[in-house]
């Protein structure tokens, strides 16, 4: 409204230029806790579960996609359904995935540490 009745762009300008570093350093604060997240839990999955190559690989699934289901992570993996669900029981353990539906069968998990980095009281 400055801007219509007493040609105040510079008011406007600081303005907008302060919201636009606010989100940058936002974007930027988010982008490094993704990698550290990231880098931590490799260090986790390589100490801490037996046959890593497959946590691994569903630790790449889960920053593509952090909801999961035991038949989605088998086809993605390109693994049996018993090992599927061996190396979910193993994230589940770490705290690495939680599960969210409450059912015995077609269970989800969430990815619960990447999916915080997110909610709003951390952006």
């Keep these: ?54 946590g691994l690989l569903l630790l790449d699934l889960l920053f593509r996609q952090p909801i999961v289901n035991i038949r989605l992570i088998e086809e993605e993996l390109k693994c049996s359904y018993g090992t599927a669900n061996k190396v979910v029981d193993q994230f589940v353990k770490l705290k690495l995935l939680k599960e969210i539906t409450g059912n015995q069968r077609n269970r989800l998990y969430r990815y619960e540490p990447y999916l915080a980095l997110f909610e709003t009281e951390n952006i």
Aim: glycine share 10%.
């Design 1 to 54: 409204m400055a801007i219509r009745t007493d040609g105040n762009w510079e008011g406007w300008l600081k303005f907008f230029l302060k919201g636009v570093s606010q989100v940058s350093q936002s974007a930027t604060k988010t982008a490094l806790s993704i990698l550290d997240l990231r880098e931590n839990h490799r260090q986790l999955i390589g100490q801490e579960t037996t046959g890593s190559n497959y």
